[in-house]
């Protein structure tokens, strides 16, 4: 141990010599009470507590290989388990991702059929109207006129033809209306407005605004 240093020392005693007749079991007896151990340095707990190495503060306990091989194949066992939950919870995610966005084509989609309904039932409406308009008018000029004279309808056209502000109203159609109806008004005018057949003042004026228009509106 750390401290203690033991000497041996052979020594024969005097009296060994000295008595040379004794018998070899005396001597042999006193060459052995001859050899002694001594004790070099002291022995006392403060001694001792000096000389005993210090554990480092980072040295780490001893580990037996089986013990570590178990510990190893057990963190290795957690850390896959780990991957597999986050697998999982991105798979989680990106399923809500892609349902979310499902959800989101669909409203979509349904707003958007919304929407064409709608619009198909507001140009249905429209539709309706210009041709119910179109009828009308078309009845109005089928029937005839009471109790005024063809002159005085010749005025009257030369003058709402000489008001109207648009191509539409000199042809006295909505805007929009299709081009057969338009053609229809521009033969029925023609044939009131013509200079050769109106005598009305300005229906020469009138009959050249009833072309354009009609020009403009049917494409030449």
Not at 67 to 75: S, W
Request: contains cysteine; proline residues 4%; glycine residues 6%.
């Amino acid at each position: 141990m750390p401290g203690r240093t033991w000497t041996r020392s052979d020594v024969e005693t005097v009296t060994t010599r000295a008595h040379a007749g004794e018998d070899a079991s005396t001597r042999a007896s006193t060459k052995r009470q001859g050899k002694t151990w001594t004790r070099e340095g002291g022995d006392d707990d403060g001694t001792r507590a000096a000389k005993t190495p210090k554990l480092r503060a980072e040295a780490r306990a001893f580990e037996p290989a089986t013990q570590k091989a178990k510990r190893e194949a057990l963190e290795a066992k957690l850390r896959a388990v780990e991957r597999e939950k986050a697998a999982l919870r991105e798979a989680l995610e990106r399923a809500a991702r892609e349902k979310a966005e499902k959800k989101e084509r669909e409203a979509a989609k349904v707003a958007e059929t919304a929407r064409r309904k709608v619009a198909a039932g507001n140009l249905l409406s429209g539709f309706r109207g210009v041709r119910k308009t179109v009828e009308d008018r078309e009845e109005k000029l089928a029937k005839p006129v009471e109790n005024v004279s063809p002159e005085e309808i010749e005025r009257r056209a030369v003058r709402r033809v000489q008001l109207a502000g648009t191509d539409w109203q000199v042809l006295d159609l909505p805007p929009g209306s299709q081009k057969k109806w338009i053609v229809k008004n521009y033969r029925d005018l023609a044939k009131i407005l013509h200079p050769d057949k109106c005598s009305a003042p300005g229906a020469k004026e009138a009959f050249q605004k009833l072309n354009k228009a009609y020009k403009a509106l049917s494409g030449g």
